[in-house]
Each structure stands twice: as C-alpha cells, then as structure tokens.
C-alpha cells in the first residue's frame, strides 16, 4: 500500500525537484545587490563619523585656545 502526500498534488515531478540554476542564479544576484548597497551605506556612515569626530576635535581645539588667551591675555606663539 503506498502513501501518497497531498502537498504535492496537481505538481509535476520536474517542479517538485527543487529549483533550478536560473532561479539560484536570480537569487545570488539579488542577495548581492542587496549587501553591496548595505556596504556602501556602512561607508558612508563611517565617513560622516570621522567628519563629525574631526569637527568635534577642532571645537574642542578652539576652546582650549580661547581660554588660553582668557588667562594669559594672549595667543601662544607659534615658536
């Protein structure tokens, strides 16, 4: 006596298979598509760190440059 699934009912045998190369082909591509513009984003933001980081620093830099002055009535010379 064999048992026969339901799911598979109405499906040719070669569908039931599983996929073909062409379907995994697509499915590569789009997954590498997808992880390069991830890729690109996490560069961007990176870039946009190291811009704030920078503008961060000098203002920090300025401060301190401003109080020097506050208290020695002058900028330090560059010698």
Known sequence: MK??????KGISPRMAR???LF???IVMGII???LGGAIYS???IKD???VSTARQDMTTF???LEQYKNIGGKYPSTS
């Open 62 to 64: 300025s401060s301190g």
């Open 23 to 25: 379907e995994m082909v």
């Open 48 to 50: 946009s760190a190291a």
């Open 42 to 44: 996490m560069g961007r």
């Open 32 to 34: 590498g598509l997808i």
């Open 3 to 8: 048992i026969q699934s339901k799911g598979n």
């Open 18 to 20: 599983g996929f073909s």
